[in-house]
């Protein structure tokens, strides 16, 4: 199957400071990403839908300016914590569609942050 | 909306045990269900999948059939093993919402050998 992968898989930074993830489709041009919060034995919970060069769409909840996402590309969206917070500590996790027919969406691994 | 139901966890099943997880779901128009795995300190990864009423998804010995009347698409295997100890997620995509997901809260399954 396709792969995405995320980097970091890890970081941990001071309050206050900012985070960029990464998320890229290794071997398929990815149309739209997903971008999902997961907190401690709980489900994954939809942030935003991002689609190559246009803004992405944000769940009602989620503030757009704190969770600044790009999709300059095909195969790359990012996710940037703006000002992080201990409360903003959960694993992130991406997915990404192709575009085709099979509507399948691949998912990475995760990025654990971790903000103290 | 749509809403994704799951039995709460965890599951503590020993080796070689039958294993059932139940999902029900409710959904505006006609849905597509998943099962999604996801292994300790990896993403998600898709089990098996059904798009339309009596299709049976399978794949490394799980199985579930898309029943429409009761609304359900429990997740079964006949023989856990230790390496099946992991989150399994229930999920459904109506075509009214794009390709968007959407996720019951999770059923954590530990098995023992």
């Known amino acids: 199957g396709a792969v995405v992968s995320q980097h970091p898989s890890w970081v941990i930074c001071k309050s206050g400071t900012s985070v960029k993830i990464e998320c890229r489709s290794l071997?398929?041009?990815?149309?739209?990403m997903f971008w999902y919060r997961q907190f401690p034995k709980q489900s994954l919970m939809l942030m935003a839908t991002?689609?190559?060069?246009?803004?992405?769409?944000?769940e009602q909840g989620v503030e757009k300016d704190k969770f600044l996402i790009n999709h300059a590309s095909l195969t790359l969206s990012t996710l940037t914590v703006t000002s992080a917070h201990p409360e903003d500590s959960s694993f992130y996790i991406c997915?990404?569609?192709?575009?085709?027919?099979?509507?399948?969406?691949?998912f990475g691994p995760g990025t654990r942050l971790t903000v103290l | 909306g749509n809403s994704v139901t799951q039995m709460e966890g965890p599951v503590t099943l020993s080796e070689e045990a039958f294993l059932t997880i139940n999902c029900t779901y409710t959904?505006?128009?006609?849905?597509?269900l998943f099962w999604y795995v996801q292994y300790p300190g990896e993403g998600l990864q898709l089990l098996l999948k059904?798009?339309?009423?009596?299709d049976k998804g399978s794949n490394k010995g799980f199985e579930a059939t898309y029943r429409k009347e009761t609304t359900s698409f429990h997740l079964e295997k006949g023989s856990v093993q230790v390496s099946d100890s992991a989150v399994y997620f229930c999920?459904?995509?109506?075509?009214?919402?794009?390709?968007?997901?959407?996720f019951g809260g999770g059923t954590r399954l530990m098995v023992k050998p």
């Open positions: 059904a798009t339309k009423a009596d």
């Open positions: 991002s689609n190559e060069g246009s803004k992405a769409t944000y």
């Open positions: 959904a505006t128009g006609y849905p597509s």
């Open positions: 997915s990404a569609h192709s575009g085709t027919s099979s509507h399948e969406q691949f």
């Open positions: 071997d398929f041009q990815a149309t739209t």
């Open positions: 999920a459904l995509r109506t075509g009214n919402a794009g390709n968007m997901l959407t």
